[in-house]
């Protein structure tokens, strides 16, 4: 990682022009989608697999902050949403940061540039909360991109800060620590999805008790990570291109119900029940194995029953009712 990053910091434009005609085909750019993320994967090794690692220059022109990403399915598959790890380097190439950070798009385009400030300073002083007590070398950290405040991903970025370490280009530290430092992050990242992200206790226990009976907090927590599951698009996607969109539970094809406005509606189940999972159990994401197809009811259903991954269950109980003709069908 050590001869990447310093590569990115000598070959990375200290001035960038967004219509630069020598963005496309720059070396630099397929230096940070493609040679950065192989160098994070290395040294990561068997662990890579966890996660989506990408890295950027920009769309369609030099970005000011140049950033390599490390995404947990469970949390997010996007860097406009959520929270990750990243590598940010910043205006001139003077400075990398390694952060837990957090995505600002969605944030800015949902309630405005001053709403996302506020939001991302409070979620991120949540999320240290959960894990100041597990810190090696990371710490809360003022981030300076050398950005002005035009560059607004770059100035939210600077707010969106859970912790991290931060490193002077021109003297790096050694590829062991620079490894060390990844994975202390990870383990961070890790920590605050399973203590429920960036929501108050409160309200991870009223978005469980509004699916199902009332649980504990560590369930709560699960329950937090098994709809983050759910509610990717990703799977979503991947999940209604294997299985198709008929109910796994009761049969309806909601199309063939409500007509085209329905085409194509169905959610995607997460089968395995994190609660009964251990601590850093690290969990699958296979469509064809791993998830069903469900309509809202049968998915809100499955959530309140004692076992949220057995569709055979949930199958009985429709049996037991008016739709149990869908089944002879």
Known sequence: MRNEFEELARAYPSNPIWRDPAFVGSPIVSHLETVLPKALKAALDADASRYVIQGSAGQGGWTHTPWVVLLDPAVTTTVEDGY?????????????????????????????????REGLVRRAEMMWSRVRAQTQRFGQIKMDLGVGGAVWRGKLYEL?????????????????????????????YDLIKRSGGWDAEDVLMAEMTADQAGQTLEHAKR????RAIERQAFHAKKVKKALGTRCMGCRFELREHYGECAEGLIDAHHLTPLSSLEDGTVVTFEAKSDFAVLCPNCHRVIHRMADPGDLEALRTEIAKGPLASLWST
Do not use: F, I, W
């Not at 790890?85 to 800015?108: D, F, H, I």
């Not at 969106?160 to 961070?188: H, I, K």
């Open 84 to 116: 990750y790890v990243v590598y940010l380097m910043s205006k001139g190439g003077e400075r990398l940061y390694l952060t837990l950070n957090q995505g600002c798009t969605a944030q800015k385009n949902a309630v405005g540039l001053p709403g996302a």
């Open 223 to 226: 329950y937090r990570q098994h």
């Open 160 to 188: 969106g800060a859970v912790a991290g370490v931060a490193y002077q280009t021109a003297a790096l530290p050694s590829e062991a620590v620079l490894a060390s430092d990844l994975r202390e992050a990870l383990r961070l």
